[in-house]
C-alpha cells in the first residue's frame, strides 16, 4: 500500500489519495533520483506569507522566495539577494543594489521595483515592518537594480528589520507584491532556491517543489538563511501525514526520509534504529503561548485575562505533551527562557500559579456571565492540542463554562482571523508557539505587538506597550534594551496580551542519508541538503 493512499485513508479521502499516485510515480523516475519526502509539522492552508504568520507558510516562502538580506548563524544580518549597500553619514538614506543576474522562477529578472513593491506589502502586516516604515519617508527605485529607504529619522534596526528570519521580507514580482495585502495572492512564481510545483501537488496530501534552475546562490557557505542556498535535490515532497505512527513507520520503512514533528513517546523506537538520526536544529527551542481574544468576553477585561496567569499550569501542559523533561521547562518570561532579554520582572503570579481558586475569583470580579468560552483545537498538533483539552478542563473547575472547536492546524489558522463573535464563527482562545529566538524581539515575534485591530490576532491594545517597543528598537546597546525589557514585560503582565504554556525543544528525525541541515531557529530549509 503507497503511502499516500495510506495517509489520505487515515483522513478518510480515498479519492485524494487515487489521484496522488501519479505523481509519485514520477517523483521516482530517473530524471528525479535526488528526491526527499518530508513530513512537515502541519498541513498547508496558505501560500502567502503576508496574509499569515503560520509558520508552515514560512517554510513554504522560504522554499520559493528569497530575502535582501538574511540572518546568519551568529545572528547577524548580511545581504543575500542584495550585492552592494551603503548608508549615508546622517543614517539617513540606505541605499541598495541587487546582485546581478537575479531572476525569477519564471525567468523574469527580479528588479528594484519588485522589491520596493514586496517591502511595501509586507511592511503593511509585518509588526517589525510596521515599525520600521514608521520611520520611513520614502522608497525611490533609482534604476532596474538600485532603490533606496529614505528615512524621517534614524532607526536603530533596518538592517536587522530587513532581514529577519520570523515572518521575513520575501521578494515577490510587482504584480503578486501588489495586491491587497489583507488578500491572499494567487499566483506562486518566487525568487528563491525552489520552484512550487503546482500540477504535481495535491492540496491535503503532497506539496512538491522542485529546484530552481533560474535561481542564482550567492558564493559563500551558508549560514543561517544567509549564504548559498545550493541546491543539491531534484525534488521536495512535503507530505501531509496527520497519524504519527504512520509517519514513524514510514521513515523507518524508507517510505519518507524526513519528520520534523516525531513524537517524544517514540523517540526511543527511533534512535535505537541504526538508519534514523534524531537530532535539534533549534536549541533554543520554541516557546508555546495562549493568545485571548481582547474583542469578546470575557477576556475585553483585564481581570479575565489575569485569571488565565493563575489558571494554566505550564508543567502539565509540557509534561502531557512531551513527557521527558530533558526537552522541556517552564518559563515565566514575557522574551523567553535562555535570551539575551530574559528577565524576573513581575512575575510574582507565576510563583503562585496555578490557583483555582484565585482565578475564579478573577473571572466572578471580571462580570464572567456564564457564555461558552470557545478553544480552538488543533488535532493534528500535540502541543496545542493537548492545551486546548487541559484548559478546558480548567477552566470548567474554575466555574467558566468551555467549549472546544476541534479542526486540523489549518482549520485554526483560518478561524483565528475572524474578529466576529465566537458564536458567529469567532473564538476566544486559541494556542500556539514561536521559536525562543524571536520571543527575545519586541519586533520578531508578532505576539509582543499590541495595537488593537492592526495586530496579531487576539488583537491587545496597550500604549505604554506600544512606547517602549519603539523604545527598544531605537536602544544602541544590549545593556539598554535589557532595561527597556524589563520595564515591557513589568507591564505586559499587568494587562496580559498573552498567557505562556512552556519552553520546548523539538528533536527531528531523518534517514541517515540525508545531510547537509542549516540551524535556523525559525523554519527549516532544505537548500544544501542532500542525499547521501
Same mark, same amino acid.
Not at 517523483?27 to 508552515?56: E, K
Not at 539598554?480 to 494587562?495: C, G, L, P, S, V
Given at each position: 500500500?503507497?503511502?499516500?493512499?495510506?495517509?489520505?485513508?487515515?483522513?478518510?479521502?480515498?479519492?485524494?489519495?487515487?489521484?496522488?499516485?501519479?505523481? $509519485?510515480?514520477?517523483?521516482?523516475?530517473?530524471?528525479?533520483?535526488?528526491?526527499?519526502?518530508?513530513?512537515?509539522?502541519?498541513?498547508?492552508?496558505?501560500?502567502?506569507?503576508?496574509?499569515?504568520?503560520?509558520?508552515?507558510?514560512? %517554510?513554504?516562502?522560504?522554499?520559493?522566495? +528569497?530575502?535582501?538580506? /538574511?540572518? *546568519?548563524?551568529?545572528?547577524?544580518?548580511?545581504?543575500?539577494?542584495?550585492?552592494? %549597500?551603503? $548608508?549615508?553619514?546622517?543614517?539617513?538614506?540606505?541605499?541598495?543594489?541587487?546582485?546581478?543576474?537575479?531572476?525569477?522562477?519564471?525567468?523574469?529578472? $527580479?528588479?528594484?521595483?519588485? &522589491?520596493?513593491?514586496?517591502?511595501?506589502? @509586507?511592511?503593511?502586516? +509585518?509588526?517589525?515592518?510596521?515599525?520600521?516604515?514608521?520611520?520611513?519617508?520614502?522608497?525611490?527605485?533609482?534604476?532596474?537594480?538600485?532603490?533606496?529607504?529614505?528615512?524621517?529619522?534614524?532607526?536603530?534596526?533596518?538592517?536587522?528589520?530587513?532581514?529577519?528570519?520570523?515572518?521575513?521580507?520575501?521578494?515577490?514580482?510587482?504584480?503578486?507584491?501588489?495586491?491587497?495585502?489583507?488578500?491572499?495572492? #494567487?499566483?506562486? =512564481?518566487?525568487?528563491?532556491?525552489?520552484?512550487?510545483?503546482? *500540477?504535481?501537488?495535491?492540496?491535503?496530501?503532497?506539496?512538491?517543489?522542485?529546484?530552481?534552475?533560474?535561481?542564482?546562490?550567492?558564493?559563500?557557505?551558508?549560514?543561517?538563511?544567509?549564504?548559498?542556498?545550493?541546491?543539491?535535490?531534484?525534488?521536495?515532497?512535503?507530505?501531509?501525514?496527520?497519524?504519527?505512527?504512520?509517519? =514513524? #513507520?514510514?521513515?523507518?520503512?524508507?517510505?519518507?526520509?524526513? %519528520?520534523?514533528?516525531?513524537?517524544?513517546?517514540?523517540?526511543?523506537?527511533?534512535?535505537?534504529?541504526?538508519?534514523?538520526?534524531?537530532?535539534?536544529?533549534?536549541?533554543?527551542?520554541?516557546?508555546?503561548?495562549? !493568545?485571548?481574544?481582547?474583542?469578546?468576553?470575557?477576556?475585553?477585561?483585564?481581570?479575565?485575562?489575569?485569571?488565565?496567569?493563575?489558571?494554566?499550569?505550564?508543567?502539565?501542559?509540557?509534561?502531557?505533551?512531551?513527557?521527558?523533561?530533558?526537552?522541556?521547562?517552564? &518559563?515565566?518570561?514575557?522574551?523567553? &527562557?535562555?535570551?539575551?532579554?530574559?528577565?524576573?520582572?513581575?512575575?510574582?503570579?507565576?510563583?503562585?500559579?496555578? *490557583?483555582?481558586?484565585?482565578?475564579?475569583?478573577?473571572?466572578?470580579?471580571?462580570? %464572567? +456571565?456564564?457564555?461558552?468560552?470557545?478553544?480552538?483545537?488543533?488535532?493534528?498538533?500535540?502541543?496545542?492540542?493537548?492545551?486546548?483539552?487541559?484548559?478546558?478542563? @480548567?477552566?470548567?473547575?474554575? /466555574?467558566?463554562?468551555?467549549?472546544?472547536?476541534? #479542526?486540523?492546524?489549518?482549520?485554526?489558522?483560518? !478561524?483565528?482571523?475572524?474578529?466576529?463573535?465566537?458564536?458567529?464563527?469567532? @473564538?476566544?482562545?486559541?494556542?500556539?508557539?514561536?521559536?525562543? #529566538?524571536?520571543?527575545?524581539?519586541?519586533?520578531?515575534?508578532?505576539?509582543?505587538?499590541?495595537?488593537?485591530?492592526?495586530?496579531?490576532?487576539? @488583537?491587545? +491594545?496597550?500604549?505604554?506597550?506600544?512606547?517602549? !517597543?519603539?523604545?527598544?528598537?531605537?536602544?544602541?546597546?544590549?545593556?539598554?534594551?535589557?532595561?527597556?525589557?524589563?520595564?515591557?514585560?513589568?507591564?505586559?503582565?499587568?494587562?496580559?496580551?498573552? =498567557?505562556?504554556?512552556?519552553?520546548?525543544?523539538?528533536?527531528?528525525?531523518?534517514?541517515?542519508?540525508?545531510?547537509?541541515?542549516?540551524?535556523?531557529?525559525?523554519?527549516?530549509?532544505?537548500?544544501?541538503?542532500?542525499?547521501?
Amino acid at each position: 500500500m503507497s503511502i499516500d493512499r495510506r495517509t489520505v485513508l487515515k483522513s478518510g479521502s480515498l479519492a485524494m489519495a487515487a489521484s496522488a499516485l501519479p505523481w $509519485v510515480a514520477r517523483a521516482q523516475s530517473p530524471a528525479l533520483r535526488r528526491s526527499l519526502r518530508a513530513v512537515m509539522q502541519a498541513d498547508l492552508r496558505s501560500f502567502d506569507p503576508v496574509w499569515t504568520t503560520a509558520a508552515i507558510t514560512g %517554510y513554504h516562502a522560504a522554499m520559493i522566495y +528569497d530575502t535582501l538580506f /538574511g540572518i *546568519d548563524g551568529e545572528m547577524k544580518p548580511r545581504p543575500q539577494m542584495v550585492s552592494d %549597500y551603503g $548608508v549615508s553619514d546622517d543614517k539617513l538614506t540606505y541605499t541598495f543594489k541587487l546582485r546581478d543576474g537575479l531572476a525569477f522562477s519564471d525567468g523574469s529578472p $527580479v528588479t528594484a521595483a519588485d &522589491c520596493v513593491a514586496s517591502m511595501r506589502r @509586507w511592511a503593511a502586516r +509585518d509588526t517589525g515592518g510596521q515599525i520600521l516604515f514608521k520611520y520611513v519617508a520614502d522608497t525611490p527605485v533609482k534604476d532596474d537594480r538600485t532603490f533606496q529607504l529614505v528615512l524621517r529619522e534614524r532607526y536603530g534596526l533596518v538592517l536587522e528589520t530587513l532581514g529577519k528570519t520570523s515572518n521575513s521580507l520575501w521578494i515577490m514580482r510587482r504584480r503578486e507584491a501588489e495586491t491587497d495585502p489583507t488578500q491572499q495572492i #494567487s499566483e506562486l =512564481v518566487g525568487s528563491g532556491p525552489f520552484v512550487f510545483n503546482k *500540477d504535481a501537488t495535491k492540496v491535503g496530501v503532497a506539496y512538491v517543489y522542485d529546484r530552481n534552475p533560474n535561481y542564482r546562490p550567492r558564493p559563500e557557505a551558508p549560514s543561517g538563511t544567509t549564504g548559498g542556498k545550493v541546491v543539491k535535490l531534484d525534488r521536495v515532497v512535503w507530505e501531509n501525514m496527520i497519524d504519527e505512527e504512520t509517519a =514513524v #513507520s514510514a521513515l523507518q520503512a524508507g517510505e519518507i526520509d524526513f %519528520y520534523e514533528t516525531p513524537p517524544l513517546e517514540l523517540l526511543g523506537r527511533l534512535q535505537s534504529d541504526r538508519n534514523i538520526k534524531v537530532e535539534v536544529l533549534n536549541k533554543l527551542g520554541n516557546v508555546g503561548f495562549i !493568545r485571548l481574544n481582547w474583542l469578546h468576553p470575557p477576556f475585553d477585561n483585564r481581570k479575565a485575562r489575569e485569571a488565565m496567569l493563575y489558571l494554566v499550569n505550564q508543567s502539565d501542559i509540557m509534561k502531557a505533551t512531551f513527557g521527558n523533561e530533558e526537552y522541556y521547562r517552564t &518559563c515565566a518570561s514575557l522574551f523567553g &527562557c535562555g535570551t539575551d532579554m530574559e528577565n524576573d520582572e513581575n512575575t510574582g503570579w507565576f510563583k503562585s500559579a496555578p *490557583d483555582l481558586k484565585k482565578a475564579a475569583q478573577l473571572f466572578k470580579e471580571a462580570g %464572567y +456571565d456564564g457564555r461558552p468560552v470557545v478553544i480552538l483545537q488543533p488535532t493534528n498538533l500535540a502541543m496545542p492540542n493537548m492545551a486546548a483539552q487541559l484548559l478546558a478542563d @480548567w477552566l470548567s473547575r474554575a /466555574g467558566v463554562k468551555a467549549e472546544l472547536a476541534p #479542526s486540523d492546524w489549518g482549520g485554526v489558522v483560518a !478561524r483565528r482571523a475572524v474578529t466576529a463573535p465566537p458564536g458567529q464563527g469567532g @473564538w476566544n482562545i486559541f494556542v500556539s508557539w514561536n521559536p525562543a #529566538s524571536t520571543f527575545a524581539s519586541p519586533i520578531l515575534f508578532p505576539g509582543h505587538i499590541a495595537n488593537g485591530r492592526k495586530g496579531f490576532f487576539g @488583537w491587545p +491594545d496597550d500604549e505604554t506597550h506600544e512606547r517602549l !517597543r519603539v523604545d527598544w528598537t531605537m536602544a544602541e546597546t544590549v545593556a539598554e534594551r535589557q532595561a527597556i525589557a524589563r520595564r515591557m514585560q513589568a507591564n505586559a503582565w499587568n494587562f496580559v496580551p498573552h =498567557v505562556l504554556a512552556g519552553q520546548w525543544v523539538a528533536p527531528v528525525a531523518h534517514r541517515t542519508d540525508v545531510r547537509g541541515f542549516v540551524p535556523v531557529p525559525d523554519l527549516v530549509p532544505f537548500w544544501n541538503v542532500e542525499k547521501v
